[in-house]
């Protein structure tokens, strides 16, 4: 295994420093301030929105005293200022949530989050849906807010209908409609309960698929589509959440992999619950529910279906008066295939879409039978934004100028060149979102040395008032601080294969000349997400290290995604083969750097990162001084169907049927040499606590020492003000002890 540096010139980012802008020191981070209120990258607000008519631009924002809880403002687009529209503290009722809403606030990656987590515009543009605490209240532009539930129980997924004459949710299980004329309420389902759902995404429609929605209104509020779900043959995990104060075992359906997943079925029906039909999903019921969508007129309903071994994707048409359906076309794969959220329906009946069926992500047109490749190049799109069919213009993001950055572009609906939406320097990471006619975007943006800002901008990326500017300046959290920010540095290696990968260096900003400096490798390398080396603001406890005297160091191998399908599929069946190969190579190149000490480079990592932190300490004992794992996956087989058979196959697959026992990090545990430090959320219900204990069974029995530490309470994301501080005080101890401060 020899992959050479191909070019490694540490070339800083153009502009001014960070030091010399106004109102900036060089005041020292320390932990308690990296993870206490307000956030030191500033204000950023999350799930901005634009009214259906254009009219308001709506943010979840959090408190200047509690980082963690989020309230909802308000501010015209015409003109004015912000102001809160609904303040959390006094609706909230601070209560327990029920176990199925903790698990979907898991699954989004919130479960820290308090407050308003989510809300939705009614299309009147009059009012917004607003959960809190798992009942449901609707608010008016003047402040007015008017409870729409109160129940024991959580209300999930709540809706908004089209036309605004109805509320959607899930409680106990059952899909449950109210009229906001009447305020009556009407279940559509009554045998939820138990294993069986109605209106809700399975688990691994939410974990892995992206799919967060159970069901559809169709455009008219005249019928909805529902999904219900029967977890019945779903393995049965027994998941102790260990908590301070005692424990509650959960017996939760997880769905490992080869084993069986939640039937799906897709039901239609009116706004009653009458006249419903079962969608004909096909004879194969060992399927997965990928998208559903209607068309503009309400007479058809597509459905993305998707094969177990998700080699074949089949858009289906459903008649809503039948449920009878017929496949307008298929993708296939020899390796897999990734779920998007680019499909769009237009009114002429054609459908925008996005493939990789030429190696790299990009838009088509399918009308009247026949295919329009709208972009093409060795580059990603990455997602539809904005569509604008009275111009015949589609906006979307792709990494067209630089696979590390992301810009937001237009095409014409009938092909043509491509237009940046914002011009001038494309360095950094662009994304936006759009009204429904395009006339609007919100924009966001961050690069290596702005932190997240966002703005209100036409449809010609004009910016028109900004959201929120955070500019790093005299009053900002960062501002004290900022003077001892280290820029990242880009660096280029080249796999054994001649792939070209990118990789990127932080480094004290006070190291001397001639210093060696230790050295921690940050990693995550897996497949579908968790990219390190990006133009995008990164992680402040990267600063901390680099002020603490480390030297971060990250490599996206092969396997990374956004780089193509050739890129990425190198780890089919194949985990933990190229992805490890590839940071070996980037630590060859530290070596050889007359700043490094070689014998002080350490690794971490989590989830994916953690998984690879054992799987590097096992093929190549004594090259890391040390390693931290967190959260890893230790047995594929202990994992979800979707995720892991994807890129794996089935467990004993005849195919590959070591293929299993090869990417696993037990088999090979007895060979780390390395002190290891092991963290887990013992209530961790993504990667469970059995992948850390199976790895302390066998590392024990094999006499390997290693140290542990374990968060009562904790899920996959171990975190919180203090949680964080503690989390990382144990492990920069580690650290210093075992490499930092190790003799040389």
């Keep these: 295994m020899k992959a050479w540096v191909f070019a490694a010139s540490l070339v800083a980012l ?35 929105k634009l009214s259906p008519d254009g009219q308001w631009v709506t943010s979840l924002r959090p408190r200047a005293d509690d980082r963690e809880r989020f309230d909802l403002w308000a501010m015209p687009t015409h003109g004015g200022e912000w102001r809160m529209l609904v303040d959390s503290a006094k609706l909230g009722t601070s209560g327990e949530l029920s176990e199925a809403e903790k698990m979907q606030r898991e699954r989004a990656r919130i479960a820290g989050t308090k407050g308003i987590v989510a809300y939705d515009w009614s299309p009147d543009s009059q009012s917004i849906m607003v959960p809190v605490d798992g009942d449901l209240f609707l608010a008016d532009l003047k402040g007015g807010v008017l409870r729409l539930t109160q129940s024991e129980t959580s209300e999930l997924d709540a809706t908004v209908s089209p036309k605004g004459g109805f509320v959607s949710f899930v409680r106990d299980q059952n899909l449950v409609v109210l009229d906001r004329k009447t305020a009556k309420e009407t279940p559509l389902s009554s045998d939820g309960g ?145 779920l998007h959220d680019s499909f769009r329906a237009l009114k002429d009946g054609s459908i925008l879409w996005q493939s990789e069926r030429d190696g790299f992500a990009h838009l088509y047109r399918f009308k009247a039978g026949k295919w329009t490749q709208l972009t093409k190049g060795e580059w990603m799109v990455r997602a539809v934004v904005g569509l604008d069919e009275a111009k015949g213009r589609v906006f979307f993001t792709a990494n067209k100028d630089g696979a590390r950055g992301q810009r937001v572009y237009s095409v014409p609906l009938g092909g043509g060149a491509i237009k940046p939406m914002i011009s001038g320097d494309p360095l950094g990471w662009f994304n936006a979102t759009m009204d429904g006619k395009a006339s609007r975007a919100i924009i966001s943006h961050s690069d290596l040395i702005t932190p997240p800002r966002v703005w209100l901008a036409d449809a010609e990326g004009t910016r028109l008032a900004w959201i929120e500017e955070n500019a790093v300046k005299a009053g900002h959290p960062l501002a004290p601080h900022f ?21 990127k260096l932080i480094r004290p900003r006070d190291a001397k000349p001639g210093q060696k400096l230790p050295v921690l490798v940050w990693v995550y390398n897996g497949p579908g997400a968790g990219r390190q080396v990006t133009q995008q603001w990164g992680s402040l406890i990267q600063q901390y290290l680099a002020q603490q005297g480390w030297a971060v160091f990250s490599v996206d191998g092969r396997g990374s995604p956004d780089r193509g399908v050739a890129f990425e599929s190198q780890l089919y069946r194949a985990m933990g083969t190229v992805e490890v190969a590839d940071q070996l190579a980037g630590v060859d190149w530290l070596k050889q750097q007359d700043f490094v000490d070689p014998k002080r480079i ?66 090979d545990a007895a060979k780390i040499a390395d002190p290891l430090l ?9 990667v469970v606590l059995d992948h850390s204990t199976a790895l302390m069974a066998k590392l024990q029995g094999a006499a390997v020492p290693f140290e542990t530490m374990l968060y009562p309470g904790q899920g996959h994301g171990v975190g919180g003000p203090k949680v964080s501080v503690h989390l990382w005080t144990t492990i920069l101890n580690f650290l210093d002890r075992t490499v930092k401060n190790r003799a040389r």
């Design 194 to 338: 138990g294993t069986i759902s109605w209106g809700l995404a399975e688990f691994v429609a939410q974990e892995e698929m992206h799919r967060t929605k159970g069901h559809w209104w169709s455009p008219d509020d005249r019928l909805i589509a529902v999904e219900r779900a029967d977890e019945g043959g779903v393995a049965v995990v027994s998941r102790a959440a260990i908590g301070a104060d005692g424990t509650r075992v959960y017996n939760q359906r997880y769905p490992l992999a080869g084993t069986a997943n939640a039937l799906v079925e897709l039901w239609i029906m009116d706004a009653g619950g009458k006249g419903r039909v079962k969608a004909d999903l096909g004879p194969d019921a060992d399927i997965y529910l990928g998208r559903v969508n209607w068309a503009p007129d309400a007479k058809t309903l597509y459905v993305q279906r998707q094969s177990r071994d998700q080699k074949r994707l089949d858009l289906l048409k459903v008649d809503p008066a039948t449920g009878a359906a017929s496949i307008l076309f298929s993708e296939t794969s020899e390796s897999w295939l990734n």
């Design 483 to 503: 003077g001892s920010y280290a820029i990242p540095q880009p660096i280029t290696l080249m796999a054994s294969d001649q792939s070209i990968l990118h990789a």
């Design 602 to 667: 350490a690794v971490y990592g989590w989830s994916y990162g953690g998984y690879m932190t054992l799987k590097l300490l096992e093929a190549a004992p004594g090259t890391f001084a040390a390693g931290v794992s967190g959260a890893p996956v230790t047995k594929w087989e202990l994992y979800d169907t979707h995720y892991t058979e994807r890129y794996m196959g089935k467990p004993g697959d005849s195919m590959t049927p070591d293929a299993y026992e090869l990417a696993n990090a037990i088999g």
């Design 14 to 48: 153009a502009g001014a420093s960070p030091a010399m802008a106004e109102g900036v020191g060089t005041e020292p981070l320390t932990l308690e301030r990296v993870f206490a209120s307000p956030a030191l990258s500033g204000p950023t607000p999350r799930a901005v």
């Design 678 to 686: 092991l963290i887990h959320g013992m209530a961790d219900d993504n």
